[in-house]
T-cell receptor, first 116, second 114 residues
Framework: ETGVTQTPRHLVMGMTNKKSLKCEQH?????MYWYKQSAKKPLELMFV???????ENNSVPSRFSPECPNSSHLFLHLHTLQPEDSALYLC???????????????FGSGTRLTVV | AQSVTQPDIHITVSEGASLELRCNYS??????LFWYVQSPGQGLQLLLK??????LVQGIKGFEAEFKRSQSSFNLRKPSVHWSDAAEYFC????????????FGAGTILRVKS
């Protein structure tokens, strides 16, 4: 257990479904991140939150909607996904935005998403 | 543009043999450098990091890495590989000029043969 917990571990959803991924950390970190990891592709940074405020959105389609209700929780709401959205979605956290550079990130185990 | 390059997509080594995974970065000043490991179906685990001081850093699981400024490299090494080291390894670079976020390499998949 790394200190960052992601649920569910696996998710299969149809293209018309709506689902949410959850990430939780009790490390006292103030910055949280969503990454997408597809086969044979580099890690793609999707969203960055700092103190519950979204500070970065890397041209992610609107069918992905993040939410950060408090500094310990981060959600990724999914709707009308496409098969190419199937991937491992990783959540990470760092003490702050700046110290993420210095100390690195703590990652969760990811949610394996399959869109059918 | 800033970038992190891991030239080897796959590497296969025999159990007990030594290992070196390469990482090069393009950045003017000294960035913060990291190596992460990812076992199948898992998240990324931090192996080691460098931000100043001794250029040879020790990490978990018997890994070490050496920062070479002249070569803009941060290669990961292990003297004797175990079958449990089979995983994907990611090099990452952090710097204020990267916008306060880590930039990851594409990863190197390590296979260990017995």
């Amino acid at each position: 257990e790394t200190g960052v917990t992601q649920t569910p571990r696996h998710l299969v959803m149809g293209m018309t479904n709506k689902k949410s991924l959850k990430c939780e950390q009790h490390l006292g970190h103030n910055a949280m991140y969503w990454y997408k990891q597809s086969a044979k592709k580099p890690l793609e940074l999707m969203f960055v939150y700092s103190l519950e405020e979204r500070v970065e959105n890397n041209s992610v389609p609107s069918r992905f909607s993040p939410e950060c209700p408090n500094s310990s929780h981060l959600f990724l709401h999914l709707h009308t996904l496409q098969p190419e959205d199937s991937a491992l979605y990783l959540c990470a956290s760092s003490q702050d935005l700046g110290t993420g550079n210095l100390y690195g990130y703590t990652f969760g185990s990811g949610t394996r998403l399959t869109v059918v | 543009a800033q970038s992190v390059t891991q030239p080897d997509i796959h590497i296969t080594v025999s159990e007990g043999a030594s290992l070196e995974l390469r990482c090069n970065y393009s950045y003017g000043a000294t960035p913060y450098l990291f190596w992460y490991v990812q076992s199948p179906g898992q998240g990324l685990q931090l192996l080691l990091k460098y931000f100043s001081g001794d250029t040879l850093v020790q990490g978990i699981k018997g890994f070490e890495a050496e920062f070479k400024r002249s070569q803009s490299s941060f290669n990961l090494r292990k003297p004797s590989v175990h079958w449990s080291d089979a995983a994907e390894y990611f090099c990452a670079v952090g710097a204020m000029e990267y916008g306060n976020k880590l930039v990851f390499g594409a990863g190197t998949i390590l296979r260990v043969k017995s």
